[in-house]
């Protein structure tokens, strides 16, 4: 009985210790590349308050037209706030990915996927064509996170893009 108890014990210790601990997320923000097809540019941040600010591009600008014209006429800016079933597993997945590496090649006709988290008090950059199979989840919610319903047209708006510049 001793050495049942003493099992039970060890069993549940492990357990705790291989969980993740909870995310102290700031933001997440995700980008998508055009594509030679017609592959949407999403531009997403989702912030620690759950509220989220969304646009999409069309891919397939025309060269002639003007940036100002070109944004008027494909780009609708929109804010919201995620739903706490989405928030909550966009926490669990950011958890789950902490030490994924984002490395591959970029190589052919599929979008880049930007993703810049901050969380944890670090800020963590990725960009890849080809994610790894343990960000497939993340980037899946991301996604569903884009076709959020519950948003409100809202005047143009700039969402960070890329790696800062590094000072020496």
């Given at each position: 009985m001793r050495m049942k108890l003493s099992l039970l014990f060890c069993l549940i210790l492990l357990s705790c210790s291989s969980e993740k601990r909870p995310v102290d997320f700031e933001k997440i923000i995700f980008h998508t590349s055009p594509c030679f097809g017609n592959c949407?540019?999403?531009?997403?941040?989702?912030?620690?308050?759950?509220?989220?600010?969304?646009?999409?591009?069309?891919?397939?600008?025309?060269?002639?037209?003007?940036?100002?014209?070109?944004?008027?006429?494909?780009?609708?800016?929109?804010?919201?706030?995620?739903s706490d079933k989405l928030y909550n597993e966009l926490l669990t997945e950011i958890a789950k990915t902490d030490t994924v590496s984002y490395k591959g090649q970029n190589c052919c006709d599929a979008p880049l996927k930007t993703i810049i988290a901050y969380y944890n008090g670090k800020r963590k950059y990725t960009q890849t064509m080809f994610p790894p199979e343990e960000s497939k989840k993340l980037i899946s919610v991301l996604y569903e996170i884009c076709e959020s319903k519950n948003l409100t047209k809202t005047t143009k708006f700039e969402i960070e893009e890329g790696e800062p510049e590094k000072f020496e």
């Open positions: 949407p540019l999403l531009n997403l941040q989702v912030n620690k308050d759950k509220s989220m600010l969304f646009y999409k591009k069309k891919s397939g600008f025309s060269p002639k037209m003007d940036s100002q014209k070109q944004d008027a006429q494909e780009n609708e800016y929109y804010k919201g706030t995620v």
